[in-house]
């Protein structure tokens, strides 16, 4: 594989079709909060859904950051060591604790 190619597909998202699925889970959330607003709901419950949102748009970030990691890690190498992988994703779950 050419070095240009390589670089292109280092930046590709793994797991993009569950990752659009989530966006897509996250928009009708917002969508729920808007609605509630206008309607006037109550607030605890709009609270609620917001609260919803940010644990959704964390968990979205963490595995996006962990594609990235992952993929910087392998761009001078070919495949990455068991260890490595653990490394990568242990440093995933400590941001995922850090971005609560």
Do not use: Y
Not at 57 to 73: C, F, P, Q, R
């Amino acid at each position: 594989m050419s070095s240009t190619k390589k670089n292109k597909l280092k930046h590709i998202i793994t797991n993009k079709d569950k990752l659009i699925s989530r966006v897509k889970k996250i928009k009708g959330q917002l969508e729920g909060v808007e609605k509630s607003l206008e309607n006037d709901q109550d607030c605890k419950k709009i609270l609620h859904i917001i609260s919803s949102i940010r644990g959704a748009l964390g968990g979205l970030m963490a595995e996006v950051m962990e594609s990235h990691i992952i993929n910087h890690m392998e761009e001078d190498k070919e495949t990455l060591t068991d260890k490595e992988i653990k490394m990568a994703q242990e440093l995933v779950e400590s941001l995922k604790v850090f971005m609560k």
